[in-house]
T-cell receptor
Framework: DAGITQSPRHKVTETGTPVTLRCHQTENHRYMYWYRQDPGHGLRLIHY???????DKGEVSDGYSVSRSKTEDFLLTLESATSSQTSVYFC?????????????FGQGTRLTVV | LAKTTQPISMDSYEGQEVNITCSHNNIATNDYITWYQQFPSQGPRFIIQ???TKVTNEVASLFIPADRKSSTLSLPRVSLSDTAVYYCLVGENFNKFYFGSGTKLNVKP
């Protein structure tokens, strides 16, 4: 399996609190992605990064921010968690942006906002 | 976003061949067709990818007609462990991928 680790794996937090999820990779891939998965919606892209300090928005970026200060780490922050952000979050990595390469996904983080 | 249409669910029995068809009428010239598999409580995993005609690997085959408006993932002799959700993805770049809800394959003994 590709060296990609998400932490924490499970988290329960209260509405209004900030939350940070971490994605760590050991593959030295340039591209990293954050997705959320909800029943009936499949996976939706939140933000992605194409290099250190280079990030861009995805389909559902409102309420989320990201940072990438090192190649290996991509952080997803919920500035003020809401119940609608209860979801399973997946990080993915790929060597390039094109889909002619393979993306590798982490095991996911289950976040519950109460 | 290039969107796809695939069956919501399919049932099969162990040992049978399973074919899952995906429709992607608006596929663009530079788009690849990629299939991912997802087991419960795990992230998606790459199965196979193609651009045109037929691609085969140790896990599956992918059939793509000349007009590329659809594709068929073929899983030979499925087992219970193939029970999963299968996503058909079309796009040139990962930041434009549309996952959709996938096809939930249920393999019965």
């Amino acid at each position: 399996d590709a060296g990609i680790t998400q932490s924490p794996r499970h988290k329960v937090t209260e509405t209004g609190t900030p939350v940070t999820l971490r994605c760590h990779q050991t593959e030295n891939h340039r591209y990293m992605y954050w997705y959320r998965q909800d029943p009936g919606h499949g996976l939706r892209l939140i933000h992605y990064s194409y290099g250190v300090k280079d990030t861009d928005k995805g389909e559902v970026s409102d309420g989320y921010s990201v940072s990438r200060s090192k190649t290996e780490d991509f952080l997803l922050t919920l500035e003020s968690a809401t119940s609608s952000q209860t979801s399973v979050y997946f990080c993915a990595i790929s060597p390039g942006p094109g889909t002619n390469t393979e993306a590798f996904f982490g095991q996911g983080t289950r976040l519950t906002v109460v | 976003l290039a969107k796809t249409t695939q069956p919501i669910s399919m049932d099969s029995y162990e040992g049978q061949e399973v074919n899952i068809t995906c429709s992607h009428n608006n596929i663009a010239t530079n788009d690849y067709i990629t299939w991912y598999q997802q087991f419960p409580s795990q992230g998606p995993r790459f199965i196979i990818q193609g651009y045109k005609t037929k691609v085969t690997n140790e896990v599956a085959s992918l059939f793509i007609p000349a007009d590329r408006k659809s594709s068929t993932l073929s899983l030979p002799r499925v087992s219970l462990s193939d029970t999963a959700v299968y996503y058909c993805l079309v796009g040139e770049n990962f930041n434009k991928f549309y996952f959709g809800s996938g096809t939930k394959l249920n393999v019965k003994p």
